[in-house]
C-alpha cells in the first residue's frame, strides 16, 4: 500500500504564497509518483487535523516563522509523525541568522561583519559605514531586507515606521560586493552550484525569487572549478555544522571584482528551500540526475522523528 503523506502548506507567515506554490507543486508530483497525498493548509488546529488524518509522513512545505523555525517539527515530534527536512535545534538556529552564523564562523565558515541592534536605535546615524545591509533576524525571502549604499547620508527611516512587520531586533551586516551564489545539499552530498542573476531588480528579492523572470539561474555557475568546489565544501559544512538533515541550500556572495580567487561570504542557511516551480533547489536535483518527482520521493523515504 502506497504511503499517506499529509502536504502541510500555506500556514500564516509572510511567505504564506510561496509555500502554497510549493506546496501544491510537491502534492501534485508525489500524487504522480504514486503516494497517497493530503494537502493540509495549515492553520492554529493544524494538531487537531494531524491526529485526525494520521499521515505517515508530515512533508513540510512550509516557509517563515512557525513553518521552519521548529515550531511545527516540535509538533510533529510530541505527534510522532515522521517529517521531512532538519528537526527543532536545526530548524530554529538556521532561522535566527545572528546565531546561525556564529556556530557557521566557529566552524571556519567565512561570513561578514555584523551586529544585532533594535531597531529604534538606528535613526540619525549610520550603525556602520555604508553600504551595508539591515535585515530582520527571523524572516526569509528577503522580506525586510534594506540596503543602504555608500552615498546614502542617513539610516533608511522604515526600519523605525510603523510599516515595519519584522520585529525589533535586527542584523545590520557589511554589504558584501559580488556575484551572487547558491549551493543545495541533499542529505550528505552538495549539489550544482547555481549563480542568481536578478533581472532588472537590484538584488535577489522577493519578486526577483518568485516572479516568473524575475531572475535567471546561471546552473552550472560560470566561475572557477576550485571556487565552485570551495562553495559545494562550504554549503555542505554549514549543514553539518547547524544540524541539518534532508535538503537545506546555503546563499553565499563572491566577489571576484579584483582577483579571481576574490572573497566568498557565507550569507545564510535555508532549512526549507522553496520547491515552487522556479526554485532552485528542484533545478539542482535535476541537474544531478534526479526528476522532481524522484527528488520529492527520497525526501519522504528519508522523513523521520529526532531530526
Same mark, same amino acid.
Given at each position: 500500500m502506497s504511503k499517506h503523506v499529509a502536504v502541510l502548506m500555506g500556514g500564516f507567515s509572510s511567505e504564506r504564497p510561496v509555500s502554497l506554490s510549493s506546496g501544491n507543486a510537491c502534492a501534485d508530483a508525489l500524487e504522480a509518483h504514486g503516494y497517497r497525498v493530503t494537502r493540509v493548509d495549515v492553520g492554529y488546529d493544524v494538531a487537531a487535523v494531524l491526529s485526525d488524518l494520521k499521515p505517515d509522513v508530515?512533508?513540510?512545505?512550509?516557509?517563515? #516563522?512557525?513553518?521552519?523555525?521548529?515550531?511545527?517539527?516540535?509538533?510533529?515530534?510530541?505527534?510522532?509523525? #515522521?517529517?521531512?527536512? /532538519?528537526?527543532?535545534? &536545526? /530548524?530554529a538556529l538556521a532561522m535566527d541568522k545572528a546565531q546561525a552564523k556564529i556556530v557557521a564562523k566557529a566552524a571556519g565558515i567565512p561570513v561578514a561583519e555584523a551586529r544585532l541592534m533594535n531597531r529604534f536605535d538606528i535613526t540619525s546615524s549610520h550603525p556602520m559605514k555604508p553600504p551595508y545591509v539591515v535585515k530582520p533576524v527571523r524572516e526569509g525571502s528577503s522580506f525586510g531586507v534594506v540596503i543602504v549604499k555608500e552615498d546614502q547620508p542617513h539610516p533608511p527611516q522604515v526600519i523605525t515606521s510603523d510599516e515595519w512587520r519584522y520585529g525589533d531586533q535586527v542584523m545590520v551586516e557589511r554589504y558584501v560586493y559580488g556575484r551572487e551564489l547558491t549551493c543545495g545539499v541533499m542529505g550528505d552530498v552538495a549539489l550544482g552550484v547555481t549563480e542568481v542573476v536578478p533581472q532588472g531588480h537590484g538584488f535577489y528579492?522577493?519578486?526577483?525569487?518568485?516572479?516568473? =523572470? =524575475? %531572475?535567471?539561474?546561471?546552473?552550472?555557475?560560470?566561475?572557477?572549478?576550485? !571556487?565552485?568546489?570551495?562553495?559545494?565544501?562550504?554549503?555542505?559544512?554549514?549543514?553539518?555544522? !547547524? =544540524?541539518?538533515? =534532508?535538503? %537545506?541550500?546555503?546563499?553565499?556572495?563572491?566577489?571576484?571584482?579584483?582577483?579571481?580567487?576574490?572573497? !566568498?561570504?557565507?550569507?545564510?542557511?535555508?532549512?526549507?528551500?522553496?520547491?515552487?516551480?522556479?526554485?532552485?533547489? #528542484?533545478?539542482?536535483?535535476?541537474? &544531478?540526475?534526479? %526528476?522532481?518527482?524522484?527528488?520529492? /520521493?527520497?525526501?519522504?523515504?528519508? &522523513?523521520?522523528?529526532?531530526?
Open positions: 508530515a512533508f513540510n512545505a512550509l516557509h517563515g #516563522p512557525f513553518g521552519e523555525d521548529g515550531k511545527i517539527q516540535g509538533l510533529l515530534e510530541y505527534l510522532q509523525i #515522521p517529517y521531512t527536512h /532538519s528537526g527543532v535545534l &536545526a /530548524s528579492d522577493y519578486d526577483a525569487k518568485y516572479v516568473k =523572470g =524575475g %531572475s535567471r539561474h546561471v546552473l552550472p555557475a560560470q566561475i572557477s572549478p576550485n !571556487i565552485y568546489q570551495k562553495i559545494q565544501t562550504l554549503a555542505l559544512k554549514a549543514h553539518q555544522a !547547524i =544540524g541539518c538533515r =534532508g535538503v %537545506s541550500r546555503s546563499d553565499f556572495r563572491y566577489d571576484d571584482r579584483f582577483s579571481e580567487n576574490g572573497e !566568498i561570504v557565507w550569507l545564510e542557511i535555508n532549512t526549507q528551500p522553496g520547491m515552487t516551480p522556479t526554485s532552485l533547489v #528542484p533545478e539542482m536535483a535535476d541537474h &544531478a540526475g534526479h %526528476s522532481f518527482g524522484e527528488f520529492l /520521493s527520497c525526501m519522504v523515504e528519508d &522523513a523521520s522523528c529526532l531530526r
